[in-house]
């Protein structure tokens, strides 16, 4: 009975051994699934390695920011969506040995590779982003160093993941032209280059901001100001944003031989002065309809080029007498 005591000891013993050598052998199945970050706080940097497009992306956190490739800031809600889509990837299906091997051969040719870091630069998570399902559904993704490929979505949705991760460089671009803190500005110009009366500047004095004419001509004795108006209009530059960002430098050019519209001035404390330059997207028909212009190209002084609506901007579009009751 000892003996059989000794013998069943030691075959549990040497079961022990053989699972923990397996253990440290084969990789934890479970974690080559495991996509999901559940506290990106953590993250610092983000890569993404584009196979068929550049330039490749790298976002990197500053502050209360996000840096793009080292030269841009990033549209606050496509880092936003990217790291909502970093949070609740999630395993969909395990496909069949036989269907392995074709997303395989999709994620080594096409896919978008993606790495996190932490702040002490250390590689948190890196996979791969790959095609779609046939129905659109999900997508092939496949841990870095792994052969378990799988199909993936976002928790508690279908569809895509490939547009929260891939994107060409101007869509992740910031698309704030102005975003103004009240008590940092100095001076705001605005000149309407074929309006001269119409311009006007407001400047920072010892017990708070005064409204000036641009022209030299026009005299403001005895006009007295709107109670209010100068501190309303400045609000407006608290937050006005582009629809979107141009990469098109034959099209900055022409512009730049061109009559602009306005052109808007900023000073800061402590900042570099910033100017945009309005230029009208004319009509067709313009004669007809150019009280109508619904959208300008801006060209800043920082090489920027910006589509922006009327609508969005045409409030800062105001003449000399707006801030006048008389």
């Not at 199909?151 to 103004?180: C, H, Q």
């Not at 067709?284 to 609508?311: M, P, S, T």
Request: hydrophobic share 40%; net charge negative.
């Amino acid at each position: 009975m000892r003996k059989l005591v000794a013998i069943l000891v030691l075959l549990v013993v040497s079961w022990l051994i053989y699972r923990q050598y397996k253990k440290e052998e084969d990789p934890d199945l479970a974690a080559v699934y495991r996509y999901a970050i559940s506290n990106v706080k953590q993250i610092s940097k983000i890569k993404i390695d584009y196979r068929l497009m550049d330039p490749d992306i790298l976002l990197e956190k500053e502050n209360d920011y996000w840096m793009l490739n080292n030269q841009f800031r990033v549209r606050p809600d496509a880092v936003e969506n990217l790291l909502r889509a970093v949070q609740t990837i999630e395993l969909q299906y395990i496909p069949t040995e036989a269907a392995k091997k074709n997303m395989i051969r999709d994620l080594a040719t096409t896919g978008t590779k993606v790495e996190m870091y932490d702040y002490q630069d250390q590689l948190i998570k890196s996979y791969f982003i790959g095609g779609n399902t046939p129905d659109e559904r999900g997508t092939f993704v496949i841990m870095e160093g792994s052969q378990s490929p799988s199909v993936a979505t976002l928790k508690g949705l279908e569809g895509s993941l490939r547009p929260y991760f891939i994107m060409p460089e101007n869509e992740w671009r910031d698309r704030t032209v102005f975003a103004e803190d009240y008590n940092a500005l100095e001076e705001v110009m605005v000149e309407y280059i074929d309006q001269p009366f119409s311009s006007f500047s407001i400047r920072r004095q010892p017990h708070g901001f005064k409204v000036f004419p641009v022209s030299d001509r026009i005299n403001l004795s005895g006009r007295i100001e709107r109670s209010g108006a100068v501190e309303s209009y400045l609000q407006d530059y608290k937050k006005v944003s582009a629809e979107a960002v141009v990469n098109d430098r034959a099209l900055a050019a022409q512009l730049e031989e061109q009559r602009p519209f306005a052109r808007i001035t900023v000073r800061k404390k402590g900042a570099e002065e910033y100017q945009a330059t309005f230029y009208p997207l004319l009509p067709d028909d313009f004669e007809e309809q150019k009280n109508n212009i619904e959208r300008y190209h801006i060209l800043d002084n920082q090489g920027n080029l910006f589509l922006v609506q009327h609508r969005l901007f045409g409030k800062l579009f105001v003449d000399l007498d707006n801030f006048f009751s008389n």
